[in-house]
C-alpha cells in the first residue's frame, strides 16, 4: 500500500530562515507525491505535485520539492520563510487503483517565527 | 470567483442521530471527493464521485456512511447512527473531468457528536 511519514509534527523557524518539511514514501508502483498546504480555517490547497517529470519540482509561493527515488524522499523546501508560510503542511501519494487520490501524512505544523 | 463550499460549517449532534453535511463543487467540476480529517491527522479518504456516480468508495469506514451526488453537482455525505469517533472535521473537494487534474478543497464542515 501507498503511506507518506512525515518527519516531525512540528518546525519552527525563523523568518528569512531556510525551510525544510521531510517526507518520506513507501509505494509499490511508480509514486505520484503531492505537496498540500492548510491554513488556519481553510481548504487545503496544493503547492505542488511530482508525476515522474522533472525530479526537482517547483511550487506556488517559492516552495520547491526534489524526488529522491534511493531516498524514497521528497522534502518540501524554500529558501526564505515568511511569516504567512506559518501553516499545515501535508505530504501525500497517490492511492493504488488507478485514480490520482492522495493519501496524506500526518501533516507538519510551520512556525515562523519573527 | 466562488470556490467549493461546505454547509454547514459546524454540526454538533448527539450520539445515534443522523446527520448531512453538504457539499456544492465549483460549477463545472464532474469529480468531488469526500475526505474526513480527524485531529491531528491528515485527511482520509472517503468516496471519490465522477459525475452522478461512485467511481470509489472503498474509503466508507462502514454503512453508517453514505454520499450521493444525484444531479451531478451537489454532493451529500449522509452519517446513520453517529458514534463519538465520528468527530471530526469533513472535507469535500472538486476537479475538472477526473482525478489527475488537481482538486480544490473547501473549508470544511466540523461535526462533533456528543
Known amino acids: 500500500a501507498q503511506s507518506v511519514t512525515q518527519l516531525g509534527s512540528h518546525v519552527s523557524v525563523s523568518e528569512g530562515a531556510l525551510v525544510l518539511l521531510r517526507c518520506n514514501y513507501s509505494?509499490?508502483?511508480?509514486?505520484?507525491l503531492f505537496w498540500y498546504v492548510q491554513y488556519p480555517n481553510q481548504g487545503l490547497q496544493l503547492l505542488l505535485k511530482?508525476?515522474?517529470?522533472?525530479?526537482l519540482v517547483k511550487g506556488i509561493n517559492g516552495f520547491e520539492a526534489e524526488f529522491k527515488k534511493s531516498e524514497t524522499s521528497f522534502h518540501l523546501t524554500k529558501p526564505s520563510a515568511h511569516m504567512s508560510d506559518a501553516a499545515e503542511y501535508f505530504c501525500?501519494?497517490?492511492?493504488?487503483?488507478?485514480?490520482?487520490?492522495?493519501?496524506f501524512g500526518r501533516g507538519t505544523s510551520l512556525i515562523v517565527h519573527p | 470567483g466562488a470556490g467549493v463550499s461546505q454547509t454547514p460549517s459546524n454540526k454538533v449532534t448527539e450520539k445515534g442521530k443522523y446527520v448531512e453535511l453538504r457539499c456544492d463543487p465549483i460549477?463545472?467540476?464532474?469529480?468531488l471527493y469526500w475526505y474526513r480529517q480527524s485531529l491531528g491527522q491528515g485527511p482520509e479518504f472517503l468516496i471519490y464521485?465522477?459525475?452522478?456516480?461512485?467511481?470509489?468508495d472503498s474509503g466508507l469506514p462502514n454503512d453508517r456512511f453514505f454520499a450521493v451526488r444525484p444531479e451531478g453537482s451537489v454532493s451529500t455525505l449522509k452519517i446513520q447512527r453517529t458514534e463519538r469517533g465520528d468527530s471530526a472535521v469533513y472535507l469535500c473537494?472538486?476537479?475538472?473531468?477526473?482525478?489527475?487534474?488537481?482538486?480544490?478543497f473547501g473549508p470544511g464542515t466540523r461535526l462533533t457528536v456528543l
Open positions: 509505494s509499490s508502483v511508480p509514486p505520484y
Open positions: 464521485f465522477q459525475g452522478t456516480g461512485a467511481a470509489d
Open positions: 460549477s463545472g467540476h464532474t469529480a
Open positions: 473537494a472538486s476537479s475538472s473531468s477526473g482525478s489527475y487534474n488537481e482538486q480544490f
Open positions: 501525500a501519494v497517490r492511492r493504488s487503483g488507478g485514480s490520482y487520490i492522495p493519501t
Open positions: 511530482y508525476t515522474s517529470a522533472a525530479t
